[in-house]
């Protein structure tokens, strides 16, 4: 309901959304699926060790600002 009152005519979901999202009610409304699949970079922690699967703002308090787009840049759109 949400998408159709704002008119989108796209919903992107994180990768679990693969197991409860009814993608038929999008499609009926006309609203196209995707599914946003993050690459979780590694990066120098201080202190270590490095945890995977931390949120951005770990990375913002151990990644020097300018190398901070490279981190964030390793995803992928897919619609399965």
Same mark, same amino acid.
């Given at each position: 309901?949400i998408c159709? @009152?704002l008119?989108?005519? @796209?919903? +992107?979901?994180g !990768?679990?959304g @693969? &197991?409860y =999202?009814?993608t038929?009610?999008?499609?009926a409304?006309g609203?196209?699926?995707?599914?946003?699949?993050f @690459?979780?970079?590694?990066y120098?922690?201080n202190p270590?060790?490095? *945890?995977?699967? *931390?949120?951005a703002a770990?990375? +913002?308090?151990?990644? !020097?600002?300018?190398? =901070?787009?490279r =981190? +964030?840049?390793?995803f &992928? =759109?897919?619609?399965?």
């Amino acid at each position: 309901e949400i998408c159709k @009152r704002l008119a989108a005519n @796209r919903y +992107i979901a994180g !990768p679990s959304g @693969r &197991e409860y =999202l009814v993608t038929d009610d999008f499609a009926a409304s006309g609203i196209e699926v995707k599914y946003f699949n993050f @690459r979780h970079p590694t990066y120098v922690k201080n202190p270590p060790p490095f *945890m995977p699967g *931390m949120s951005a703002a770990d990375a +913002i308090g151990n990644v !020097p600002k300018d190398e =901070l787009p490279r =981190l +964030i840049a390793d995803f &992928e =759109l897919t619609t399965t």
